[in-house]
Structure formats: structure tokens, C-alpha cells
């Protein structure tokens, strides 16, 4: 195997984003696809090396039928080839689905519902699949929409009990290595139907990306870390601004949010915001940010949401239903 | 004229990003292009609304014959037309241009001279007509390239003297309202033959971006002006921080250097090697840091440089040639 195999790569992302520290146990989310097959084949090739215990879960969705059942039904086989503990998730999405929420998020909460368990019940980091190329388009998704700092991170390489080893790994090198290694792996047939744009990503941007530049995952994967430190540097800081100018529930002195320079305000803001379940968009921000500096003033951001700075303290504000109709 | 028009938009942007506070003088580079004239023309517009004198400067490369000096007679007669004074400067780019530079580079070496000049005679502010799309691009090019949070804030909209008003008019718009005020302008042949990438990006992949999202350069707009923000606070940040951490020419102490988060370290490492000329790759600045962390150690960055840490201090040392052909 070659110095950029799959499991070197894997090893050097444990290492790089200290996946593993202070952890003994490792469950993988195993699909079946090629992704998650390899990253299971590779993490077994590094259990003794790196002393953790490997075990494996299986989320059947039982959105495809017999070809849900024929998925799990492969990793049951893989997992006793590799002889892995496998644990295995039947969940019922399309009758626990909410209004306004598509299938496959509902799917995503579920699995990710899974994943929490295992994780309390084991005490164990989870692994997920995802790729250098999955990061990349990411990252371009968000571009397109026009993100901020966080949206430029890509997928995080670890967020509390997640980790992602396969980060560093193209899908390329990801199928060479299922085919060195002899790894059936099966192919989601809902895969060609995600979304739209990330599929025009995918199929029609990223080839002519690669051409341009052919180590651009790299490239990629280099820049997420660094901005990853820098947003969450950033996100801390506006953490204890946010602690230190806190005068009640909900409640901001203006005197210490004027201190902030402006991008701790900024997120300072969007965490007030967040408080009350306003998504924080720039516009939202800037009309805050305005009236905190001018030191008095009211804006309507929402139905019946109000951010308000009067008498030296800045708040969001949620007027009840019933008053509101009482004054409108 | 619409709400959204090249005028307001030029307008909005002078004001958010504050281009004209203390300046009573503004010289517009005039090429001639459809960006460059649009730009002196809503400018003329805006003259007498916001109070500053303007002019005009015209930099003919002598490039292209006599497609150069049809160019220049261009642009002085639009000026006359509008009533602004130009400054022609007339520049000889072949007999100039070093070893190891392209006619492009030293081209803009030239032209941005001519600007300072301006700037330092007049007391102006010289402003150049990159557009919303130049923006866009790049960004791409930098995002290619896996570029750092600086790469991502694209075109500074200020940088010293230098500001672009353009910067939220897109091409598309910029050449229609040419068209609306009956304004001439000028093709530079030799804008088909720029930089193989740029136009790749600006001909292969921004008609699909824009296909995915039809604002996209909004979009952009709003995260690169963000971005700037939070980049420039870290900048500042760490040019603080290496003027504590300072205990004598190129030395530093690394006590102060060990206290500092990653992001700053990170931004104190690469403003230590710009300092002796070594370009800050992010290979350099994680072997600087590691042995910044470890108390201790020595590694040989480029050539005759080396990146060294003893005795409590950090440094880049650069060891003369003849000493070094003495010990090797």
C-alpha cells in the first residue's frame, strides 16, 4: 500500500484533528456504500495500533424497501467478516416525518438520534464517512449561497462525539481502496436524486475545478482547517463578550457591546438572536448593531419580535399573540 | 434610472464602506473600459451631492500601438466632454520589466506608481473600477488555490488610497448603464488573453454559478465585506501580539508566542517570516509553531534560512552564503 493510502490518510486525520483523545471506543456508521465501507475496513486495520475498540451500527431507513433490507443485510455479513460488533437501527421515517420537513432530513435527524445513542450508551466517538470531496462541495454550496466565516468551514472534523477520519480522502482514492482491498460496497439509488444544487456541484462544477487546479480537495481541506481555528477563535470570543455584558435574562449592557470590535459584535448579535429563535441574517445584524451604537431604538425583526435598546440595555423582544393583537 | 442602478449602487457603496471620510479630492483610473467610464461618469453625478473635486488619470501602457494611443485619445476627449481634469501618464512597460517578471505584472507596477503619485500630489484618493464580478472571480481563483481567510475577503473595497466604488455593480449592469447614458468605451484586445485560470473561471464556471444562484455576486459581496472584517481584527490582533512578544530585531520571546491562541500564533508566525523574506506557507507556519510549542528546535525553512527556537527566544535566522558554503 502507498504512502497516500486510505489508512495513512485516515491516521493522519485522528492525529491532525485529535479524534481520539481520551477515548477508547469507536462505532462507525456503516451505509454500506463505498464511503463508509472503507472507512470501517481502514479503522479495523488501526484498532490494535491506535488501542481503541471498534464496533460498527447499521441506520435502516426503510425508504427503499427490499434494497434497504439488501444494504443491511450486507454490512450484518461485512461486519462478521471483519468481525465487528454491529449494532443495527430500524426506524420509520416517512411515519414520523413532519410538516414542512422533507424525507431526508427527517431521515438525517433519526440516524443522527441513532448516533447519540450509541454514543451515550458506549461511551464511544462515532465515526461518519464523509470525504475530502464531500467537504469541498460543502464549501462550494455554501459560497454559492453567500456564507459567512462558518459556512466556509466545510464539514467540521469533529464536533462532540462525531468524527470524520475519511476528511482527508478523495472519493477516487476512497473506490481505489475498496477495490485494492477486495470491499463490495453497494450504491444508494436515492444518491442520484439529492439535491439539486449539490448534485450540479458535483457533476458539473467539480470536474472543471479539478481541472483547473487537481489537488483542489487538498487545497480545500487545508483552508477549512484554518478557517475552522479562526471562526471558532472568533465564536469563543464572542461567547465571553456575550457572558460578560449579560445583565438578566436576556438582557445586554449596551455599554460593554459598544466595547466590541466589530466582528464579536456581530456574533454577539447573531447569539442574541439566536436566543430567541430568530435566524440571524446580515440584515437582522446590521439593524441591531445600528441601533446598539446610536444607543436607543426599535426595530421590528420579526411577526412579533423586536429588537430594542433603551435605558443603557439591548434585548430581543418577544410581545405574546394576544397582546399584540390587543395594540395592532 | 432604477433603484438599482450603477449611480445609487456606487453611492451605497462609498457609504458602507466609508471611502470618502476626510477626503475632499477623488482621481478615477480611466482606461477607458466600459467599468472605468461608467465609474467616472456616476462619479461626475455624485460630484456636487457629496462634496469632493474630481479628476481624472489615464496610464497608457504603450503596449499596443496604436490600439494605446486611440485608447488615450479616447479618454481625454470623454473627459473634456465631462469636464474632468486628466493626468495622462504615458509608461514604458517593455524596457522596464525584470528578469523572471511578465509584461502584466510590471505593467501593474507601473500603473499603481502612477496612482501613488496622484494620490501624494493631489492629497486624493485614487479610485480604481473593479466590479462586483472581478469580486467573484476572485475569490473563486483564491478558494482554487486553497487560500486563507485573507484570500476570501477578494478586492479590498479600501486600501490606503485606493478605493472601488464599483465594487457592488455587477459587469452586466456596469455595460448597461453605458448604454443608458450613451457612453462610448473601449475593448482592450488584449483582455481576451489574460490569465488561462481567470478566464476559465470567468467563462466556464460563472455562467453556471450564476445559473445556481442568480445573485451569487451579492452574495459574495456580503461575505467577502464580513470576512474583511473579521480577517483584518485577526491581523490587528496578531500585529499587537508580535509587538509584545518582541525582545530584540527578529527576535521573540516565546513565553508571550506560547500564551497566544492558534489563529494568532499562526498570523504571528507568518508576519516573523515575512519579516525575512520567506513566503508563509501553512507547511512553514505549523513546523514553526510545533517547535515554538516544544521549547525548542531548529528547521531549515528555504535556502539559507531556518526557523529557530532556543534559550527562550524564537527567530528566523539567515545564515550568510559564505559561512554557509564554509560549513557545508
Do not use: W
Not at 455554501?142 to 464536533?159: D, E, F, M, S, Y
Request: glycine share 8%; with cysteine; charged share 30%.
Amino acid at each position: 500500500m502507498d504512502n497516500n493510502s486510505v489508512r495513512d490518510k485516515v491516521l493522519a486525520a485522528i492525529r491532525q484533528y485529535d479524534m481520539l483523545t481520551g477515548c477508547k471506543s469507536v462505532t462507525v456508521a456503516v451505509s454500506g456504500g463505498a464511503d463508509s465501507v472503507a472507512l470501517l475496513h481502514s479503522l479495523k486495520m488501526l484498532e490494535k495500533e491506535l488501542g481503541f475498540e471498534l464496533s460498527a451500527c447499521h441506520v435502516n431507513h426503510n425508504l427503499r424497501g427490499e434494497e434497504s433490507d439488501g444494504d443491511e443485510a450486507y454490512v450484518r455479513s461485512l461486519c462478521r467478516e471483519l468481525d465487528v460488533p454491529l449494532r443495527v437501527f430500524s426506524v420509520d421515517v416517512t411515519g414520523s416525518v413532519a410538516k414542512h420537513q422533507s424525507t431526508e432530513e427527517r431521515a438525517r435527524e433519526l440516524r443522527y438520534e441513532a448516533f447519540a445513542e450509541i454514543s451515550r450508551e458506549l461511551g464511544s466517538k462515532v465515526a461518519t464517512a464523509h470525504n475530502a470531496c464531500d467537504n469541498t462541495e460543502t464549501v462550494l454550496l455554501n459560497l454559492l449561497r453567500g456564507t459567512g466565516l462558518k459556512g466556509l468551514c466545510g464539514i467540521p472534523p469533529v464536533r462532540d462525539y462525531l468524527i470524520r477520519p475519511l476528511l482527508l480522502c478523495t472519493r477516487e482514492e476512497i473506490e481505489e481502496y475498496c477495490g485494492e482491498n477486495g470491499l463490495r460496497y453497494v450504491t444508494d439509488s436515492t444518491n442520484a436524486s439529492t439535491a439539486y444544487t449539490r448534485n450540479k456541484i458535483r457533476l458539473e462544477l467539480m470536474p472543471r475545478l479539478l481541472e483547473i487546479n487537481p489537488s483542489l480537495h487538498e487545497g480545500v481541506g487545508r483552508m477549512t482547517f484554518a478557517l475552522g481555528e479562526d471562526s471558532r477563535f472568533l465564536e469563543e470570543m464572542a461567547e465571553n463578550a456575550i457572558a460578560e455584558a449579560k445583565a438578566g435574562d436576556g438582557v445586554y449592557l449596551c455599554e460593554k457591546l459598544h466595547s466590541l470590535p466589530e466582528p464579536i459584535l456581530h456574533r454577539v448579535i447573531s447569539l442574541m438572536l439566536r436566543e430567541k429563535d430568530v435566524e440571524p441574517t446580515s440584515l437582522r445584524i446590521t439593524g441591531f448593531s445600528e441601533i446598539i451604537k446610536s444607543g436607543t431604538g426599535k426595530i421590528n425583526i420579526e411577526k412579533n419580535k423586536f429588537a430594542v435598546v433603551r435605558k443603557g440595555v439591548a434585548e430581543v423582544q418577544v410581545i405574546p399573540q394576544n397582546y399584540r393583537k390587543k395594540i395592532t
